[in-house]
């Protein structure tokens, strides 16, 4: 073992600590560096689980890629899907492709006595991934779509239920107008609930069969409004749009769920920059408390750098101690920091203790991100930035005379 370690080390864990000012410098590096664990922990692991909750709940409740007519424009009302071009087996065969679903949406409205709703109608096929819409369901189920015929029965989110005085098994009146400007009447049962905490998508959306958006929108059997494309990771959206764009044909046209929704993703890229302002503030805290320490440590031991230089070591040497030294005196802060810090997500996380008001934050609950490789990163960069930090205070130790300080008290 180097001498610089070996001695760092003895003096580290001396039990002469205990009884001298090095006991209270040494508390005061430790929880500084554990409070710094602490937070920066907290504001990373919230901060990316809230940007990917935000993106999933976006993404899963209608696609993270839509493939769209270019004649319906902006239009909530669905232009039939154009056929030449569209290669649907070169996107079921892209690797990052979980799944497809064809839908055709129209806008109408949903009345009673209580009062009515503007609503978007999506009529989803047979191909609707149930599974996937469970997580948004609060109460009952999603309806039973088959190609064949009508069915009369539609989830609607909680907002519009609360609205209108619904619950599972009311039946409601919606109204449709056709482009001839003749009004449709349809009865429908409402057999789910569902919540997404997006306020754009729980104001207007109501699930129900495609066929009667076929027939308000004049579409023959077998045509369809668009498809939600769903990947294996959210992230992957920019990477696989312009390759789908590709097979879509010249007719239709690509849309991501960041593009459909740009209020949500401005609000999300602001995480980033608080996220860095956290950071670059807990690191300057904890820098300026090991360097608080480092220094005093050096104070507190002029006699022992005396002796050292008298013995015939040189100011990098005796420089190369203190530095392990005030780190060494780190790593329990450093354990102590993780071991709070994941222990309080992994509650959050299995108990959802701390809740949010969905109408300015898109969720309910404060989301984490327990990825392992957030506490590595966070605890082996204030490591190596502190060691940096350390060595131009650590010069001191240049100026300390062996003379002087061995009569030093």
């Known amino acids: 073992m180097k001498f610089p370690l070996y001695f760092s080390k003895k003096i580290a864990f001396s039990k002469d600590n205990k009884n001298n000012l090095s006991r209270i410098i040494i508390f005061i590096g430790r929880l500084s560096v554990a409070l710094g664990i602490i937070v920066s922990l907290i504001t990373v692991s919230v901060g990316y689980g809230s940007k990917e909750a935000i993106k999933l709940r976006m ?52 009345r009673n006595e209580h009062n009515f709703a503007g609503i978007i109608y999506k009529g989803v096929g047979k191909d609707f991934d149930h599974e996937r819409f469970k997580k948004f369901l609060i109460e ?74 076929r027939k308000i929108l004049d579409m023959k059997d077998g045509e369809i409004g668009g498809l939600d494309i769903f990947l294996k990771n ?117 108990f959802g203790i701390i809740k949010l008001n969905p109408e300015n934050y898109y969720i309910s609950v404060v989301p984490v991100d327990l990825n392992p490789l957030i506490p590595i990163i966070i605890s082996g960069g204030i490591l190596l930035i502190s060691a940096f930090a350390l060595i131009f205070p650590s010069y001191l130790i240049s100026k300390i005379s062996p003379v002087k300080s061995i009569k030093y008290n």
Do not use: C
């Open 234 to 350: 959210v992230n992957d959206i920019d990477k696989d749009a312009p390759k789908i764009e590709n097979v879509v044909g010249i007719k239709n046209y690509v849309e991501k769920a960041t593009e459909k929704y740009p209020q949500i993703v401005d609000w999300i890229n602001i995480f980033d920059n608080n996220i860095a302002v956290i950071i670059v503030i807990m690191l300057f805290v904890v820098i300026i408390n090991i360097i608080m320490v480092l220094l005093i440590l050096i104070i507190e031991r002029t006699n022992s750098i005396g002796l050292l230089k008298t013995l015939g070591a040189h100011n990098g040497q005796i420089r190369t101690i203190f530095i392990n030294y005030t780190l060494l005196i780190m790593i329990p802060g450093l354990i102590l920091g993780n071991v709070i810090g994941l222990g309080f997500l992994i509650l959050q996380k299995v």
């Open 59 to 110: 993404a899963d409740f209608s696609g993270h890629i839509n493939v769209k007519s270019k004649r319906s424009n902006s239009s909530y009302d669905s232009s039939v899907l154009d056929k030449v071009g569209l290669n649907l087996q070169k996107i079921k065969e892209n690797p990052d492709v979980a799944g497809i679903q064809s839908y055709a949406s129209v806008t109408g409205i949903l």
């Open 140 to 213: 009952g189920k999603t309806p039973e779509v088959t190609e064949k015929g009508f069915n009369n029965t539609i989830t609607i989110s909680e907002k519009i239920a609360n609205d209108l005085h619904l619950k599972v098994k009311d039946s409601i009146v919606a109204v449709f107008s056709r482009q001839n400007q003749n009004l449709i009447y349809r009865k429908f049962e409402v057999v789910g609930i569902y919540k997404t905490d997006i306020k754009m998508i729980d104001d207007q959306f109501v699930i129900g069969g495609i066929n009667h958006a």
